[in-house]
Antibody
Framework: QVQLQESGPGLVKPSETLSLTCIVS??????????WSWIRQPPGKGLEWIGY???????NYNPSLKSRVTISPDTSKNHFSLKLSSVSPADTAIYYC?????????WGPGTMVTISS | QSALTQPASVSGSPGQSITISCIGT?????????VSWYQHDPGSSPKLIIY???KRPSGVSNRFSGSKSGNTASLTISGLQAEDETDYYC?????????FGTGTKVTVL
Protein backbone atom coordinates (compact mmCIF):
# COMPACT_ATOMS: atom_id res chain seq x y z
CA GLN A 1 0.00 0.00 0.00
CA VAL A 2 1.45 3.31 -1.07
CA GLN A 3 1.60 6.01 1.58
CA LEU A 4 2.84 9.58 1.47
CA GLN A 5 3.66 11.80 4.43
CA GLU A 6 4.55 15.48 4.36
CA SER A 7 6.94 16.91 6.91
CA GLY A 8 8.42 20.31 7.62
CA PRO A 9 8.04 23.45 9.73
CA GLY A 10 4.54 24.75 10.33
CA LEU A 11 5.66 28.38 10.59
CA VAL A 12 7.91 30.29 8.18
CA LYS A 13 8.82 33.97 8.27
CA PRO A 14 8.02 36.25 5.32
CA SER A 15 10.79 36.47 2.70
CA GLU A 16 12.31 33.17 3.86
CA THR A 17 12.24 29.80 2.09
CA LEU A 18 9.58 27.21 2.80
CA SER A 19 10.99 23.67 2.78
CA LEU A 20 8.88 20.51 2.91
CA THR A 21 9.60 16.84 2.39
CA CYS A 22 7.30 14.08 1.16
CA ILE A 23 8.28 10.64 2.45
CA VAL A 24 7.09 7.84 0.17
CA SER A 25 6.53 4.25 1.26
CA UNK A 26 5.24 1.31 -0.74
CA UNK A 27 6.54 2.67 -4.05
CA UNK A 28 9.79 3.94 -5.48
CA UNK A 29 10.12 7.48 -6.77
CA UNK A 30 12.92 6.16 -8.99
CA UNK A 31 10.92 3.76 -11.14
CA UNK A 32 9.88 6.40 -13.65
CA UNK A 33 6.28 5.28 -13.93
CA UNK A 34 4.71 8.04 -11.86
CA UNK A 35 4.73 11.74 -11.42
CA TRP A 36 5.17 13.08 -7.89
CA SER A 37 3.37 16.35 -7.26
CA TRP A 38 2.99 19.09 -4.70
CA ILE A 39 -0.42 20.73 -4.35
CA ARG A 40 -1.64 23.37 -1.92
CA GLN A 41 -4.86 24.85 -0.62
CA PRO A 42 -4.87 28.31 0.97
CA PRO A 43 -7.48 28.84 3.69
CA GLY A 44 -10.92 29.24 2.18
CA LYS A 45 -9.66 28.73 -1.36
CA GLY A 46 -9.34 25.93 -3.89
CA LEU A 47 -6.63 23.47 -4.78
CA GLU A 48 -3.58 24.73 -6.66
CA TRP A 49 -1.06 22.50 -8.41
CA ILE A 50 2.50 23.60 -7.58
CA GLY A 51 4.59 21.24 -9.68
CA TYR A 52 5.89 17.71 -10.13
CA UNK A 53 8.96 15.63 -10.72
CA UNK A 54 9.13 12.46 -12.75
CA UNK A 55 11.72 10.08 -13.95
CA UNK A 56 13.92 11.66 -11.27
CA UNK A 57 15.55 14.22 -13.49
CA UNK A 58 12.58 16.17 -14.81
CA UNK A 59 10.50 18.79 -13.03
CA ASN A 60 7.70 21.03 -14.21
CA TYR A 61 6.11 23.88 -12.31
CA ASN A 62 3.02 26.04 -12.25
CA PRO A 63 4.02 29.13 -14.26
CA SER A 64 2.63 31.38 -11.55
CA LEU A 65 5.15 29.96 -9.04
CA LYS A 66 7.96 28.84 -11.34
CA SER A 67 10.41 31.59 -10.39
CA ARG A 68 10.24 30.59 -6.70
CA VAL A 69 9.78 26.80 -6.74
CA THR A 70 12.16 23.87 -6.76
CA ILE A 71 11.06 20.24 -6.46
CA SER A 72 13.82 17.69 -6.14
CA PRO A 73 14.18 13.98 -5.38
CA ASP A 74 16.31 12.13 -2.85
CA THR A 75 16.35 8.60 -4.19
CA SER A 76 18.48 7.27 -1.34
CA LYS A 77 15.72 8.18 1.12
CA ASN A 78 12.83 7.67 -1.33
CA HIS A 79 11.44 11.12 -0.75
CA PHE A 80 11.03 14.33 -2.69
CA SER A 81 11.17 17.89 -1.50
CA LEU A 82 9.58 21.26 -2.13
CA LYS A 83 11.34 24.57 -1.74
CA LEU A 84 9.42 27.81 -2.17
CA SER A 85 11.49 30.96 -1.82
CA SER A 86 10.59 34.53 -0.87
CA VAL A 87 7.36 33.50 0.79
CA SER A 88 4.61 35.92 1.79
CA PRO A 89 1.37 35.50 3.79
CA ALA A 90 -0.30 34.55 0.47
CA ASP A 91 1.67 31.30 0.60
CA THR A 92 -0.08 30.24 3.81
CA ALA A 93 -1.78 26.98 2.94
CA ILE A 94 -2.18 23.28 3.53
CA TYR A 95 0.50 21.63 1.42
CA TYR A 96 -0.09 18.14 0.04
CA CYS A 97 2.12 15.75 -1.83
CA UNK A 98 0.50 13.26 -4.19
CA UNK A 99 1.29 10.46 -6.60
CA UNK A 100 0.10 11.42 -10.07
CA UNK A 101 -0.74 8.38 -12.17
CA UNK A 102 -3.11 9.85 -14.77
CA UNK A 103 -4.95 11.27 -11.76
CA UNK A 104 -3.85 12.00 -8.18
CA UNK A 105 -4.52 8.54 -6.78
CA UNK A 106 -2.64 8.79 -3.50
CA TRP A 107 -2.32 11.84 -1.27
CA GLY A 108 -0.48 12.62 1.91
CA PRO A 109 -2.53 13.90 4.86
CA GLY A 110 -1.29 17.43 4.24
CA THR A 111 0.64 19.84 6.40
CA MET A 112 -0.41 23.36 7.34
CA VAL A 113 2.23 26.03 6.75
CA THR A 114 1.68 29.54 8.03
CA ILE A 115 3.73 32.47 6.79
CA SER A 116 4.01 35.01 9.59
CA SER A 117 6.62 36.97 11.47
CA GLN B 1 -5.22 29.88 -18.07
CA SER B 2 -5.18 29.56 -14.29
CA ALA B 3 -7.99 27.17 -13.42
CA LEU B 4 -10.86 25.18 -14.79
CA THR B 5 -14.31 26.68 -14.21
CA GLN B 6 -16.83 24.96 -11.93
CA PRO B 7 -20.09 26.27 -10.46
CA ALA B 8 -19.54 27.51 -6.92
CA SER B 9 -22.43 25.46 -5.58
CA VAL B 10 -24.88 22.76 -6.59
CA SER B 11 -27.70 21.40 -4.47
CA GLY B 12 -30.21 18.59 -4.60
CA SER B 13 -32.58 16.56 -2.47
CA PRO B 14 -31.80 13.07 -1.23
CA GLY B 15 -32.26 10.52 -3.99
CA GLN B 16 -31.96 13.04 -6.79
CA SER B 17 -29.15 13.27 -9.34
CA ILE B 18 -26.94 16.31 -9.69
CA THR B 19 -24.28 17.20 -12.25
CA ILE B 20 -21.21 19.37 -11.75
CA SER B 21 -19.59 20.88 -14.82
CA CYS B 22 -15.92 21.64 -15.35
CA ILE B 23 -15.10 23.94 -18.24
CA GLY B 24 -11.63 24.04 -19.76
CA THR B 25 -10.07 24.53 -23.16
CA UNK B 26 -8.81 22.50 -26.07
CA UNK B 27 -5.38 22.64 -24.46
CA UNK B 28 -6.45 20.70 -21.38
CA UNK B 29 -9.84 18.99 -21.05
CA UNK B 30 -10.58 19.04 -24.76
CA UNK B 31 -7.21 17.71 -25.77
CA UNK B 32 -6.79 14.73 -23.47
CA UNK B 33 -8.95 12.06 -21.85
CA UNK B 34 -7.23 12.72 -18.53
CA VAL B 35 -9.88 14.42 -16.41
CA SER B 36 -10.17 13.42 -12.76
CA TRP B 37 -12.53 14.35 -9.94
CA TYR B 38 -11.93 14.65 -6.20
CA GLN B 39 -14.15 14.68 -3.16
CA HIS B 40 -12.65 16.90 -0.47
CA ASP B 41 -13.85 17.06 3.11
CA PRO B 42 -12.23 19.95 5.04
CA GLY B 43 -9.65 18.53 7.40
CA SER B 44 -8.92 15.52 5.18
CA SER B 45 -6.93 15.07 2.03
CA PRO B 46 -8.81 14.97 -1.29
CA LYS B 47 -10.11 11.59 -2.41
CA LEU B 48 -9.98 10.51 -6.06
CA ILE B 49 -13.44 9.43 -7.22
CA ILE B 50 -13.08 9.54 -11.03
CA TYR B 51 -10.00 9.34 -13.26
CA UNK B 52 -9.41 9.25 -17.01
CA UNK B 53 -12.82 10.92 -17.51
CA UNK B 54 -15.05 8.03 -16.43
CA LYS B 55 -13.10 5.40 -14.48
CA ARG B 56 -13.80 4.74 -10.81
CA PRO B 57 -11.09 3.59 -8.40
CA SER B 58 -11.79 0.46 -6.44
CA GLY B 59 -14.12 1.15 -3.55
CA VAL B 60 -15.77 4.26 -4.99
CA SER B 61 -19.55 4.09 -5.22
CA ASN B 62 -21.05 3.58 -8.67
CA ARG B 63 -23.33 6.52 -7.86
CA PHE B 64 -20.42 8.66 -9.10
CA SER B 65 -19.93 8.87 -12.85
CA GLY B 66 -17.92 11.07 -15.18
CA SER B 67 -18.16 12.18 -18.78
CA LYS B 68 -16.69 14.66 -21.20
CA SER B 69 -17.93 16.58 -24.22
CA GLY B 70 -15.57 18.89 -26.03
CA ASN B 71 -13.88 21.18 -23.52
CA THR B 72 -16.34 20.40 -20.72
CA ALA B 73 -16.19 17.54 -18.24
CA SER B 74 -19.01 16.55 -15.92
CA LEU B 75 -19.44 14.65 -12.68
CA THR B 76 -22.84 13.17 -11.93
CA ILE B 77 -23.85 12.00 -8.48
CA SER B 78 -26.90 9.74 -8.62
CA GLY B 79 -29.10 8.87 -5.68
CA LEU B 80 -27.78 11.83 -3.70
CA GLN B 81 -27.08 11.04 -0.06
CA ALA B 82 -26.38 13.24 2.97
CA GLU B 83 -22.80 11.93 3.07
CA ASP B 84 -22.19 13.43 -0.40
CA GLU B 85 -22.38 16.95 1.02
CA THR B 86 -18.87 18.37 0.68
CA ASP B 87 -16.54 19.99 -1.85
CA TYR B 88 -15.69 18.57 -5.28
CA TYR B 89 -12.83 19.48 -7.61
CA CYS B 90 -12.06 18.54 -11.18
CA UNK B 91 -8.54 18.31 -12.54
CA UNK B 92 -7.09 18.02 -16.00
CA UNK B 93 -3.84 17.02 -17.54
CA UNK B 94 -2.00 19.32 -19.92
CA UNK B 95 1.54 18.91 -21.23
CA UNK B 96 3.93 19.78 -18.43
CA UNK B 97 1.05 21.07 -16.28
CA UNK B 98 -1.89 20.07 -14.22
CA UNK B 99 -4.99 22.17 -13.63
CA PHE B 100 -7.59 22.12 -10.89
CA GLY B 101 -11.11 23.43 -11.09
CA THR B 102 -12.36 26.24 -8.92
CA GLY B 103 -14.31 23.82 -6.74
CA THR B 104 -18.01 23.13 -6.15
CA LYS B 105 -19.79 22.87 -2.83
CA VAL B 106 -22.52 20.25 -2.95
CA THR B 107 -25.43 20.75 -0.57
CA VAL B 108 -27.98 18.06 0.18
CA LEU B 109 -31.28 19.76 0.94
Amino acid sequence: QVQLQESGPGLVKPSETLSLTCIVSGDSISDGNNYWSWIRQPPGKGLEWIGYIYDIGTANYNPSLKSRVTISPDTSKNHFSLKLSSVSPADTAIYYCARDQRGFHVWGPGTMVTISS
Amino acid sequence: QSALTQPASVSGSPGQSITISCIGTISDIGGFDLVSWYQHDPGSSPKLIIYEVNKRPSGVSNRFSGSKSGNTASLTISGLQAEDETDYYCSSYAPSRRFFGTGTKVTVL
